[in-house]
Nanobody, 121 residues
């Protein structure tokens, strides 16, 4: 079994910072892409940031210059450093990892359970 566990969410004032972490555990052979998504109340889940196995990154426009995604392959972990937070960043944040469990296996998508980020004005 593979499990993704997120941490680091919470309540912060506008302008503050938070760092999210997501650790994958279980039988893992290799991890391809990693990413963070978020879903605000009444809205669809949206991509926040992604990072490839070659460390290429992609951000949604609203977080460019404020958020930084990074990964530690040795720890099967993806991070999201969030600075200059705004009330509109309030959402449940979900991590995603595309991984395979054996050399000959296919890559599958795995998701964390979500962590709440609330930014007060």
């Amino acid at each position: 079994q593979v499990q993704l566990v997120e941490s680091g969410g919470g309540l912060v004032q506008a302008g503050g910072s938070l760092r999210l972490s997501c650790v994958a555990s279980g039988s893992i052979f290799s991890i391809n892409a990693m990413g963070w998504y978020r879903q605000a109340p009444g809205k669809q889940r949206e991509l926040v940031a992604t990072i490839t196995s070659g460390d290429s990154t992609n951000y949604t426009d609203s977080v460019k210059g404020r958020f930084t995604i990074s990964r530690d392959n040795a720890k099967n972990t993806v991070y999201l450093q969030m600075n200059s937070l705004k009330p509109e960043d309030t959402a449940v944040y979900y991590c995603h990892q595309k991984l395979r469990r054996s050399l000959w296996g296919n890559y599958y998508d795995y998701w964390g359970q979500g962590t709440q980020v609330t930014v007060s004005s």
